[in-house]
């Protein structure tokens, strides 16, 4: 088993920036991909960026050029840097873990979730 815990999340004024973490534990040994995925209140939960074992990223469109993953392995975390934030980033934010190879960009392709963080941003 995995256990996944995120921080990091506030309140946030239009164009600022936040920094998420997640910490995993347990058999962190079997991850290889780590995801970020967000979930706004009455919409379904969706794919935010996503970091391979090696390092490759990946990032849905409307956050390219604005958000950052990055991990480090030695210390089981990954991490989510946000920066020009706007109002629709607004939601909870959710790590999530994968034992495999490539960066799934779905929801039920992740085997091991955090509780989620929110992140509100204010206009």
């Known amino acids: 088993q995995v256990q996944l815990v995120e921080s990091g999340g506030g309140l946030v004024q239009a164009g600022g920036s936040l920094t998420l973490s997640c910490a995993a534990s347990?058999?962190?040994?079997?991850?290889?991909?780590m995801g970020w995925f967000r979930q706004a209140p009455e919409t379904e939960r969706e794919f935010v960026a996503g970091?391979?074992?090696?390092?490759?990223?990946y990032y849905t469109d409307s956050v390219k050029g604005r958000f950052t993953i990055s991990r480090d392995n030695a210390k089981s975390a990954v991490f989510l840097q946000m920066n020009s934030l706007k109002p629709e980033d607004t939601a909870v934010y959710y790590c999530?873990?994968?034992?495999?190879?490539?960066?799934?960009?779905?929801?039920?392709?992740?085997?091991?979730w955090g509780q989620g963080t929110q992140v509100t941003v204010s206009s």
């Open positions: 999530a873990a994968n034992p495999g190879r490539g960066i799934p960009t779905t929801a039920k392709e992740y085997d091991y």
């Open positions: 347990g058999r962190t040994g079997s991850i290889y991909a």
């Open positions: 970091i391979s074992w090696r390092g490759d990223t």
